[in-house]
């Protein structure tokens, strides 16, 4: 059974910083393809970061060079740090594993397979 679970939301000021984190429960060593993704309210979801069996990364062009997608192997836990937030960021934010890949991760949520509750991240004044 694969159980993932986000947590670090909360609401911050624009410019603010959150770290989540999503401990992933694994059934199996082996380590596949992870993302983030978000969903706000009204919109679809849309991917976000992702990171490779190796540890190379992948980020969506609006949150290039203000996120970090990070993961520590030993203890099964993926990271996201997010600075210089604005208003745009404020969604439900998901980690995701995708069994079929650990290279070339996917942006599309439809090709992921396990899905954690979410964490909402709320940046206002």
């Known amino acids: 059974q694969v159980q993932l679970v986000e947590s670090g939301g909360g609401s911050v000021q624009p410019g603010g910083s959150l770290r989540l984190s999503c401990v992933v429960s694994?059934?199996?060593?082996?380590?596949?393809?992870m993302g983030w993704f978000r969903q706000a309210p009204g919109k679809e979801r849309e991917g976000v970061a992702t990171?490779?069996?190796?540890?190379?990364?992948r980020y969506a062009d609006f949150v290039k060079g203000r996120f970090t997608v990070s993961k520590d192997n030993a203890k099964n836990i993926l990271f996201l740090q997010m600075d210089n937030l604005n208003a745009d960021d404020t969604a439900e934010y998901y980690c995701a594993e995708d069994r079929r890949r650990r290279w070339f991760c996917s942006f599309q949520d439809d090709d992921l397979d396990y899905w954690g509750q979410g964490t909402q991240v709320t940046v206002s004044p």
């Open positions: 990171i490779e069996s190796g540890g190379k990364t």
């Open positions: 694994s059934d199996t060593d082996v380590n596949y393809c």
